[in-house]
């Protein structure tokens, strides 16, 4: 069984920029990765996905200011966040999906 822990949130101003890690504790190259997050009386969406292969894929809202990149090497799963807005609040979570895998969330805040 794999676990997540994802660090990186906090308050910030709008234009501002955060980068949340998530730390697995096994090996993540096999996996499909993606950072997913949850605004106040929202659903779950995703943000920003990787597959094996190293493909990558953003909703439209955050392409050109969020980065997505892994450490394979590392078990560790990255997400540049720039140029943040208010409408980026939310509580992240970072999830290797096929396997049911998902982190406890961090909360990002932008005033």
């Known amino acids: 069984e794999v676990q997540l822990v994802e660090s990186g949130g906090g308050s910030v101003q709008a234009g501002g920029s955060l980068r949340l890690s998530c730390v697995a504790s096994g090996y993540i190259s096999q996996f499909c990765m993606g950072w997913f997050r949850q605004g106040p009386n929202q659903g779950r969406k995703a943000v920003a996905v990787i597959d094996t292969d190293g493909n990558i894929g953003y909703t439209d809202s955050v392409k050109g200011r969020f980065t997505i990149s892994k450490d394979n090497a590392k078990k560790t799963l990255y997400l540049q966040m720039n140029s943040l807005k208010p409408e980026d609040t939310a509580v992240y979570y970072c999830?290797?999906?096929?396997?049911?895998?998902w982190g406890q969330g961090t909360q990002v805040t932008v005033s």
């Open positions: 999830a290797a999906r096929s396997i049911g895998a």
